[in-house]
């Protein structure tokens, strides 16, 4: 028996169910044909649908969100969506959606026992499919931390011109690394569509400082509720404040409902500072 419930109608044969007794099972409802000669034997669930396409066709690899689903990044999504070879050509139900590319074995990866891209590739996959929003989301807490940004490149610069290439080239290049919170992340992107980048949650001396950018010697920090209503928090970050002030850095304070509201606008001041800093500094020196 199929751990997913899933058979083919070569299988159902083999096992010794008669042609007409497979007919009749699908009419009474025991079965349930999802797929061209594919059966499930109990209500199929979205593993089983997954098992299927792959049952249907030897070929086909779980990509885009199904795979991003599969490697535990997001929540159920509503259609199957695999990867087959360009010549495939088959009609398909509502729930399913084939991708046509050829894939290198090295792009795939095993996953629920189920064929599926390699992470690297599930990005570079759900950047074509995914609203932008939802994207810059997954693309930032993939790099920080089950994706290394080095197998990402890696794998963007072997077809630099292929579909979905190029929206994920762009958003690495904007991508919020290591940021501890939304309006971190958030500030984050918006100071590196301005080709300002800071590092996130960077050490500076004794201390691990929200945004740093070095050369100018500017900490930029992102001050969340606990920040007012916590006495200690407030000690803390004061005597850490003053540490770095003493030790020639500028550091910046704003409000996270601020940063929420408008990313925009605080990432075009921090550049401005950070911009007149590295050209001053750079003249003293």
Not at 206 to 222: I, S, T
């Amino acid at each position: 028996m199929s751990p997913f419930g899933i058979h083919t109608f070569d299988e159902l044969i083999a096992a010794g169910v008669p042609r007409s007794t497979i007919g009749s099972r699908c009419r009474r409802g025991h079965y349930r044909r999802v797929l061209p000669r594919t059966y499930a034997v109990t209500e199929p669930t979205a593993l089983a649908l997954c098992h299927a396409v792959t049952r249907w066709q030897p070929r086909a690899v779980l990509s885009h969100r199904t795979a991003a689903w599969l490697h535990g990044w997001i929540g159920e999504p509503n259609v199957v969506e695999a990867t087959v070879p360009t010549p495939v050509r088959v009609r398909t139900p509502k729930w399913l959606v084939l991708h046509r590319r050829n894939l290198d074995d090295a792009q795939v990866r095993e996953c629920w026992s189920l064929p599926t891209v390699s992470t690297a590739q599930t990005l570079v996959d759900c950047g074509a499919v995914m609203p932008t929003e939802e994207f810059e989301r997954l693309i930032d807490e993939r790099l920080s931390g089950s994706v290394a940004p080095e197998q990402l490149q890696e794998l963007l610069n072997q077809c630099p011109g292929r579909w979905g290439n190029t929206r994920a080239r762009e958003q690495f290049r904007m991508a919020a690394l290591r940021a501890a919170s939304e309006p971190e992340r958030l500030l984050a992107r918006a100071l590196n569509q301005r080709r300002c980048p800071m590092a996130a949650n960077e050490p500076v001396g004794p201390y691990v400082c929200d945004l740093v950018d070095a050369r100018a010697r500017v900490v930029v920090e992102v001050d969340g509720r606990e920040f007012h209503s916590e006495p200690d928090v407030f000690r803390r970050d004061r005597r850490r404040q003053n540490w770095l002030v003493r030790q020639g850095w500028l550091v910046l304070r704003y409000a996270a409902y601020d940063v929420l509201a408008d990313p925009d606008a605080v990432a075009e001041e921090v550049a401005a500072v950070v911009r007149r800093r590295r050209h001053n500094r750079h003249r003293s020196a």
